[in-house]
């Protein structure tokens, strides 16, 4: 370039520096970091709406319980959730409820049987050798038999089932209602009919829609090893007693009454799957009546609301006019699962979710805690059953007769009570 006054400038010479193989640029730098910062950033996006961002830097404490159908709540991921701001992780191992009772559970923080009489066996035992047992009960759900509404109508037009009163939802039996969801089951006429080998036909399912020649039956677990399948046992047993004693006092009248309703019961089916095959397509034609827990067909209806928007007006529960609830026992085995016992029966945010799994959660006295539920189910428009309070409360046996009636009923070696059970 010529300047003004005559000097020459040249023009800037721009020197360009070869990159070696081996070397990075800015923008390689940035495009190999950039998917492990997102990487990164996703990871503490999910711990802080988890409410668990500080974890990574806190001890987490892993508990192992043992449990039969309760370990659906502490298989929930909302649960786990809640367990981990406290610290907590649970490590669970499935086992039938009479299993806990009599096998060796030194291993274990805590177990956690679904029935009164494992639980009274264990804490007894414990008690007689010192060793730490303390029991907390947090929740309780009554045994019904779950069914589909051509069966339950066909059992109210032969006068065994009769419809319950339920608060709102949709589905319900209130307001007007034609198509209730909840049922009272006249326990003695609903086993009479077993006893005659009654078919569906034969009570006129036909005029219903549908044909079944099979006999009527509730389908239960194995009864070798569910707790809710005993449960059943001890139901039918109350039913059928005639004008015996409530529950069988010795070895003999347990023997006695357990052939006398041996031919009531029908099982088969492992306890994970009773309910999953309820909620299946093909359960109507596999097991149309099968025996289950009030929570499971309440958690099912929450949710097939709120991906449908609208309860399953198909399914519905029947009630045993004989009603027993059972109460699952949960027994710290140490100081940590008391921790967790504690925590189980007292946090806010688990006591909630254990009302929005379906179970009746208790208040400190023991007494199911006023109207928790129903409010839940309200506000999900689930209608909510209304209980008749004229329903005899049956009594269960101790763990011994029971132990010595599934043994005959399920024809499997009664379980290896220890001395102190006897």
């Known amino acids: 370039m010529v300047a003004g006054d005559g000097s020459v400038i040249e023009e800037p010479r721009l020197a360009v520096r070869h990159r070696s193989a081996g070397s990075w640029s800015r923008r390689s730098l940035l495009l190999f970091f950039l998917p492990v910062l997102a990487t990164a950033l996703t990871g503490l996006a999910t711990l802080a709406v988890s409410g668990n961002l500080l974890l990574p830097f806190e001890r987490v404490v892993v508990l192992e319980g043992k449990m039969a159908s309760k370990r659906?709540?502490?298989?929930?991921?909302?649960?786990q959730r809640i367990l981990l701001k406290?610290?907590?992780?649970?490590?669970?191992?499935?086992?039938?409820?009479?299993?806990?009772?009599?096998?060796?559970?030194a291993a274990f923080d805590f177990v956690f049987p679904s029935g009164q009489p494992a639980g009274d066996l264990i804490t007894g035992v414990r008690a007689a050798d010192g060793l730490y047992a303390k029991v907390h009960r947090p929740f309780v759900s009554p045994i019904v038999l779950a069914t589909y509404r051509e069966y339950a109508e066909t059992l109210r037009d032969a006068g065994i089932a009769t419809p319950l009163p339920s608060e709102g939802g949709d589905g319900g039996g209130a307001g007007g209602s034609d198509r209730p969801l909840y049922y009272s089951l006249d326990m003695r006429k609903f086993l009479d009919s077993i006893d005659r080998g009654k078919r569906?036909?034969?009570?006129g399912i036909r005029r219903h829609g549908i044909a079944n020649a099979n006999r009527i039956v509730a389908q239960s677990p194995d009864v070798c090893g569910s707790n809710s399948a005993g449960t059943y046992l001890a139901l039918v047993s109350f039913t059928w007693r005639g004008d015996g004693p409530d529950v069988p006092t010795t070895a003999q009248e347990a023997s006695s009454r357990a052939r006398s309703v041996k031919h009531l019961m029908e099982q088969g089916l492992p306890a994970a799957d009773v309910f999953?095959?309820?909620i299946s397509p093909d359960g109507k034609g596999i097991a149309p009546v099968v025996v289950a827990y009030e929570h499971q067909y309440l958690t099912y209806q929450v949710r097939h609301r709120a991906e449908t928007g609208r309860v399953d007006s198909e399914r519905v529960l029947l009630y045993p006019s004989s009603q027993f609830v059972t109460q699952p026992q949960f027994i710290a085995l140490n100081d940590r699962g008391d921790r967790l016992g504690e925590l189980v029966t007292t946090d806010p945010e688990l006591?909630?979710?254990?009302?929005?799994?379906?179970?009746?959660?208790?208040?400190?006295?023991?007494?199911?805690?006023?109207?928790?539920?129903?409010?839940?189910?309200?506000?999900?428009?689930?209608?909510v059953p209304a209980l008749r309070g004229?329903?005899?409360?049956?009594?269960m046996p101790r763990i011994r007769y029971l132990e010595q009636m599934i043994s005959v009923v399920g024809d499997c070696p009664p379980a290896p009570l220890p001395d102190r059970a006897q």
């Open 200 to 203: 569906w036909n034969d009570l």
């Open 351 to 383: 006591r909630r979710r254990a009302m929005e799994l379906g179970f009746r959660i208790l208040d400190p006295a023991g007494e199911v805690a006023g109207d928790q539920l129903k409010r839940f189910l309200t506000e999900r428009n689930v209608p």
């Open 276 to 278: 999953r095959t309820y």
């Open 86 to 105: 406290h610290h907590i992780k649970v490590h669970i191992t499935s086992s039938g409820s009479r299993e806990v009772a009599v096998r060796d559970i």
């Open 72 to 79: 659906d709540f502490f298989e929930d991921e909302e649960v």
């Open 390 to 395: 004229d329903d005899t409360r049956s009594p």
